[in-house]
Structure formats: C-alpha cells, structure tokens
C-alpha cells in the first residue's frame, strides 16, 4: 500500500490549498471501508491530527481547522482530500495522510504547507 499525496505549497495567510492523497496497492472496496485522516506537524511540534473521514463518510476536524477545512473522499479515485481555507502562518507545517490497515499504519510521503504573514 502507498499513500501518494499532492498539492501544498506557499501561500499568503487568508488564501487557500487543497491536499490530495491517493491510495495504491488496494482495491477500491477495501479503501472505500477505511477511515482516511490528515495529520500535521508544525516545526518542533508533535503531529496532531487535523481531520478525519470515515467509510460512511462522517467527518472530524480539530478545532483549530472546524468551519475552515473540509475533508472529502472520492472512492472511484481511492483519493482523499483536504481543502484549507482561511490559512493563518498557524496552519504552517508538514501535512501527512494517514490509514490503518492489518495491524500496519500507512503515511504518505508528507507535504509542505508554508503559510506567510
């Protein structure tokens, strides 16, 4: 399994970004019943979680990120995606995606969000 993500890069504070992350090495009914997340890591920060999508398709954000990202699936494309707006320099960091899947955790590759003041 590889998660292969897309998309970051610099940005203004107030602009937006979408991630993307596509999965292979699966088949689409077994994507189509994992819970994709987001997680973040700002400099010298833990990794915290951002968000979260489940099989049914039911949404999590953390509060720092509620009313401003949207996390969405297309199950066709086994991609999930994560749609920034109102990006404060706080929202600076290294974005992975993340599943579970037989006792293993999958991260993609990891992708820069730079957000200047």
């Known amino acids: 399994v590889q998660l292969v993500q897309s998309g970051g890069g610099l940005v203004q504070g107030g602009g937006s970004l979408r991630l993307s992350c596509k999965a292979s090495g699966m088949i689409t009914s077994e994507f189509n019943s994992k819970t994709i997340n987001w997680y973040r890591q700002a400099p010298g920060k833990q990794r915290e979680s951002v968000a979260n999508?489940?099989?049914?398709?039911?949404?999590n954000y953390a509060h720092a990120v509620k009313g401003r990202f949207t996390i969405s699936r297309d199950n066709g494309k086994k991609t999930v995606y994560l749609q920034m707006n109102s990006l404060t320099p706080d929202d600076t960091g290294v974005y992975y995606c993340y599943l579970y899947r037989q006792g293993t955790d999958y991260w993609g590759q990891g992708t820069q969000v730079t957000v200047s003041s």
């Open positions: 999508i489940t099989a049914e398709r039911v949404t």
